[in-house]
C-alpha cells in the first residue's frame, strides 16, 4: 500500500509538486500521468526515498519514509527513467548485486534471481554483459532489478520505453500479473507513462499531475463516460483553471 | 554495515573489468621499476666513488635502507599522487552520470554502508599497489641484508597515505558527476595537502604566517610532515592519528556530499 499525505518539494522559490495526496491501495494499478514537468518524477523520487519531502510524508507497506527509512525501501521495487545498470556487468551478476543491496537472504538469492530473469524474458541473455545488450533488453534488466526481491510496493517510470510491441505486450502482461493477487500476494503499482492506451490497457484507475499538482484521481471506468482518455488528459492538463482549481476536475469525473 | 562488502566488491569487480584498474597498475610497475634501477644505480656509483677515495666513514654511513627504499618510497608516494584520484574518480562520479545512483540511494542501505563500500574498494587497491611496491625490497634482501622493520615501517606509510588519499579521492568523486572534474580535484587537494609544510615554511620566512600556532596546523595538515618519519622507521602513534583523522574526516565530508543530493 502507498499512502502519500500532502507532500510538496520545493526548490527555493520553484515549486516542483505540491500538496500531493493519495492512497494506491495493495491489488491496484496506478497510471501516473502528466505532462513533462508536471512532478510526477519528482513525487515518484519521494515515495522511493530517494528525495525528502519539503512537506508532507508518505507510508510504503505500513513503514514511514521518515521514521523507517530502510524498511520502506526495502518494500519499494523502483524502475528510474533510465534503468540503472552497470554496463561492465552481466546481467546475472548484476541482479545478484542488487538482491544483495535489497536484503535478500543469502540463500533465497539465486531463486530470486532466476525467478526475476524468467519473467523479464532475460534468460537467453543472462551471461552477457549489459553494455552489449540492445535498448530493449537494459529495460527490460531494469525491470527485472525493480522486481528481483519481490517488493510488495512497485513503482514504474515509463517500463516499455524502447521495446518492441511484443514486448510491451509481455510486460504489460507480467505488470497486470504482479499487482493481481493470483499467487495470494496482492501488490501494489504505480506506472508512469505517456502512452495513454497503455494506461487503459493495465490501469483500474489514473492520477493526472498538472503543475505539481494532483489535478485528477478517478477510476478509469468514470473516465471513460467523459470520452476518450485523450480527451480527458488534454481538458485537465490544458487551462490554468486546472492549476488553480486542481479539485475541480475531480469532483467532474465523479459526478 | 552487511551491505558494505557487496558495495566494496562490486567497486573492485569494475575496476578489473575495465582498462582503468591495468593502466594504472602497469603504469605503476613501470615507473616503480624506473625508479627502483635508478635508485640501486646512484647507489652503487656513490659507493664505487667513496671506495676509490677510501673515504671509509662515508661508507660506513651508507645502506640500503636509507639510500636506496626511503628515496624509492618517497618517489612512489608522488607516484600515488597522480594515480589514486585516477581510480577514485569513478567511485561516485561515474554512478552519478550513469544513472545507478539512484539504484543506490532507493536501496534500503545507508550512506555510511555506500561510503564505506565505496573507499575499502580503493583501499584494497591501495594494497595491491603496495604489495607491488613490496616485490622491490624483497630484491635487495637477497644481495643485502636491510633493515626488516624499516622496510615496514616504510610499506606501512605507504598504505597510510594511500589511504588519505583514497578517502580524498572519493570525496572528490561525490562532488560531480564529470570523472575528469573527480580526477583534479582529488589532485589539487593532495597537492596542496603535500605542500602544506612548505606552504608554512616559505609563510614563516616571509613574515605572512607569524604565529607559531597557524604554521604548526598548517604542518600538522601536511601528509609531507608525517610521511617522511615513517619512512625514515619512526613509527610515532602521533603520525598513526593524523593518518587516521584525515582518513576519517574525508569519509566524513564524503558522506555529507552524497547525502547533499537530498538536501537540494
Same mark, same amino acid.
Given at each position: 500500500?502507498?499512502?502519500?499525505?500532502?507532500?510538496?518539494?520545493?526548490?527555493?522559490?520553484?515549486?516542483?509538486?505540491?500538496?500531493?495526496?493519495?492512497?494506491?491501495?495493495?491489488?491496484?494499478?496506478?497510471?501516473?500521468? @502528466?505532462?513533462? @514537468?508536471?512532478?510526477?518524477?519528482?513525487?515518484?523520487?519521494?515515495?522511493?526515498?530517494?528525495?525528502?519531502?519539503?512537506?508532507?510524508?508518505?507510508?510504503?507497506?505500513?513503514?514511514?519514509?521518515?521514521?523507517?527509512?530502510?524498511?520502506?525501501?526495502?518494500?519499494?521495487?523502483?524502475?528510474?527513467?533510465?534503468?540503472?545498470?552497470?554496463?561492465?556487468?552481466?546481467?546475472?551478476?548484476?541482479? @545478484?548485486?542488487? /538482491?544483495?543491496?535489497?536484503?535478500?537472504?543469502?540463500?533465497? $538469492?539465486?531463486?530470486?534471481?532466476?525467478?526475476?530473469?524468467?519473467?523479464?524474458?532475460?534468460?537467453?541473455?543472462?551471461?552477457?554483459?549489459?553494455?552489449?545488450?540492445?535498448?530493449?533488453? $537494459?529495460?527490460?534488466? @531494469?525491470? /527485472?532489478?525493480?522486481?528481483?526481491?519481490?517488493?510488495?510496493?512497485?513503482?514504474?517510470?515509463?517500463?516499455?520505453?524502447?521495446?518492441?510491441?511484443?514486448?510491451?505486450?509481455?510486460?504489460?502482461?507480467?505488470?497486470?500479473?504482479?499487482?493481481?493477487?493470483?499467487?495470494?500476494?496482492?501488490?501494489?503499482?504505480?506506472?508512469?507513462?505517456?502512452?495513454?492506451?497503455?494506461?487503459?490497457?493495465?490501469?483500474?484507475?489514473?492520477?493526472?499531475?498538472?503543475?505539481?499538482?494532483?489535478?485528477?484521481?478517478?477510476?478509469?471506468?468514470?473516465?471513460?463516460?467523459?470520452?476518450?482518455?485523450?480527451?480527458?488528459?488534454?481538458?485537465?492538463? /490544458?487551462?490554468?483553471?486546472?492549476?488553480?482549481?486542481?479539485?475541480?476536475?475531480?469532483?467532474?469525473?465523479?459526478? | 554495515?552487511?551491505?558494505?562488502?557487496?558495495?566494496?566488491?562490486?567497486?573492485?569487480?569494475?575496476?578489473?573489468?575495465?582498462?582503468?584498474?591495468?593502466?594504472?597498475?602497469?603504469?605503476?610497475?613501470? %615507473?616503480?621499476?624506473?625508479?627502483?634501477?635508478?635508485?640501486?644505480?646512484?647507489?652503487?656509483?656513490?659507493?664505487?666513488?667513496?671506495?676509490?677515495?677510501?673515504?671509509? !666513514?662515508?661508507?660506513?654511513?651508507?645502506?640500503?635502507?636509507?639510500?636506496?627504499?626511503?628515496?624509492?618510497?618517497?618517489?612512489?608516494?608522488?607516484?600515488?599522487?597522480? %594515480?589514486?584520484?585516477?581510480?577514485?574518480?569513478?567511485?561516485?562520479?561515474?554512478?552519478?552520470?550513469?544513472?545507478?545512483?539512484?539504484?543506490?540511494?532507493?536501496?534500503?542501505?545507508?550512506? +555510511?554502508?555506500?561510503?564505506?563500500?565505496?573507499?575499502?574498494?580503493?583501499?584494497?587497491?591501495?594494497?595491491?599497489?603496495?604489495?607491488?611496491?613490496?616485490?622491490?625490497?624483497?630484491?635487495?634482501?637477497?644481495?643485502?641484508?636491510? !633493515?626488516?622493520?624499516?622496510?615496514?615501517?616504510?610499506?606501512?606509510?605507504?598504505?597510510?597515505?594511500?589511504?588519505?588519499?583514497?578517502?580524498?579521492?572519493?570525496?572528490?568523486?561525490?562532488?560531480?558527476?564529470?570523472?575528469?572534474?573527480?580526477?583534479?580535484?582529488?589532485?589539487?587537494?593532495?597537492?596542496?595537502?603535500?605542500?602544506?609544510?612548505?606552504?608554512?615554511? %616559505?609563510?614563516?620566512?616571509?613574515?605572512?604566517?607569524?604565529?607559531?600556532?597557524?604554521?604548526?596546523?598548517?604542518?600538522?595538515?601536511?601528509?609531507? !610532515?608525517?610521511?617522511?618519519?615513517?619512512?625514515?622507521?619512526?613509527?610515532?602513534?602521533?603520525? %598513526?592519528?593524523?593518518?587516521?583523522?584525515?582518513?576519517?574526516?574525508?569519509?566524513?565530508?564524503?558522506?555529507?556530499?552524497?547525502?547533499?543530493?537530498? +538536501?537540494?
Amino acid at each position: 500500500m502507498i499512502e502519500a499525505r500532502g507532500l510538496a518539494k520545493r526548490y527555493g522559490d520553484l515549486v516542483a509538486v505540491s500538496d500531493v495526496s493519495f492512497t494506491v491501495q495493495p491489488g491496484e494499478v496506478v497510471g501516473f500521468l @502528466g505532462p513533462n @514537468g508536471a512532478g510526477k518524477t519528482t513525487t515518484m523520487r519521494i515515495l522511493t526515498g530517494f528525495l525528502p519531502p519539503t512537506d508532507g510524508s508518505a507510508v510504503i507497506d505500513g513503514h514511514d519514509i521518515f521514521t523507517d527509512p530502510l524498511a520502506a525501501r526495502r518494500a519499494i521495487g523502483y524502475l528510474p527513467e533510465t534503468p540503472p545498470v552497470y554496463p561492465e556487468m552481466s546481467v546475472d551478476g548484476y541482479l @545478484g548485486y542488487v /538482491a544483495k543491496l535489497k536484503d535478500v537472504p543469502r540463500g533465497q $538469492r539465486k531463486a530470486a534471481v532466476d525467478r526475476a530473469i524468467e519473467r523479464c524474458g532475460l534468460a537467453d541473455v543472462r551471461r552477457r554483459l549489459i553494455g552489449a545488450l540492445s535498448k530493449g533488453y $537494459r529495460q527490460r534488466v @531494469g525491470l /527485472a532489478q525493480a522486481i528481483v526481491h519481490d517488493p510488495p510496493v512497485m513503482i514504474f517510470d515509463e517500463p516499455t520505453v524502447g521495446l518492441d510491441p511484443i514486448q510491451i505486450r509481455e510486460i504489460r502482461a507480467l505488470i497486470c500479473e504482479l499487482a493481481s493477487a493470483r499467487d495470494g500476494r496482492a501488490r501494489t503499482v504505480i506506472l508512469s507513462t505517456h502512452i495513454l492506451p497503455e494506461v487503459e490497457a493495465i490501469c483500474r484507475r489514473v492520477i493526472i499531475m498538472h503543475r505539481g499538482r494532483k489535478a485528477l484521481d478517478a477510476p478509469i471506468e468514470e473516465l471513460r463516460k467523459q470520452g476518450s482518455l485523450e480527451e480527458v488528459f488534454a481538458r485537465t492538463t /490544458a487551462g490554468d483553471v486546472a492549476v488553480h482549481e486542481p479539485e475541480a476536475p475531480v469532483q467532474e469525473a465523479r459526478a | 554495515m552487511r551491505h558494505v562488502g557487496a558495495i566494496a566488491g562490486r567497486e573492485l569487480a569494475s575496476l578489473f573489468v575495465s582498462p582503468v584498474a591495468y593502466t594504472v597498475l602497469t603504469l605503476f610497475a613501470v %615507473l616503480a621499476g624506473f625508479f627502483f634501477l635508478s635508485n640501486v644505480l646512484q647507489f652503487q656509483a656513490y659507493v664505487e666513488r667513496m671506495q676509490a677515495f677510501q673515504a671509509m !666513514e662515508q661508507l660506513e654511513g651508507l645502506n640500503l635502507n636509507d639510500h636506496v627504499i626511503a628515496p624509492f618510497l618517497q618517489t612512489m608516494s608522488v607516484v600515488l599522487l597522480f %594515480l589514486i584520484p585516477g581510480i577514485t574518480m569513478g567511485l561516485f562520479a561515474a554512478e552519478k552520470a550513469n544513472g545507478t545512483q539512484e539504484l543506490l540511494l532507493t536501496s534500503p542501505i545507508t550512506v +555510511w554502508e555506500l561510503v564505506l563500500g565505496k573507499f575499502l574498494a580503493a583501499f584494497a587497491f591501495v594494497l595491491i599497489l603496495v604489495a607491488l611496491l613490496a616485490v622491490f625490497p624483497a630484491i635487495l634482501l637477497l644481495y643485502g641484508n636491510p !633493515e626488516l622493520g624499516k622496510i615496514g615501517a616504510g610499506l606501512l606509510a605507504m598504505v597510510l597515505i594511500g589511504s588519505v588519499y583514497a578517502s580524498i579521492g572519493a570525496f572528490a568523486s561525490s562532488l560531480t558527476s564529470n570523472q575528469l572534474t573527480a580526477f583534479f580535484v582529488a589532485f589539487v587537494l593532495l597537492l596542496i595537502l603535500l605542500m602544506l609544510g612548505f606552504l608554512a615554511e %616559505l609563510g614563516a620566512a616571509g613574515g605572512a604566517v607569524n604565529s607559531e600556532g597557524v604554521s604548526g596546523v598548517l604542518r600538522w595538515l601536511s601528509t609531507a !610532515e608525517h610521511f617522511e618519519s615513517m619512512l625514515m622507521g619512526l613509527v610515532d602513534s602521533k603520525d %598513526l592519528v593524523y593518518f587516521g583523522v584525515m582518513s576519517a574526516a574525508f569519509l566524513v565530508l564524503t558522506k555529507a556530499a552524497v547525502e547533499s543530493v537530498r +538536501w537540494r
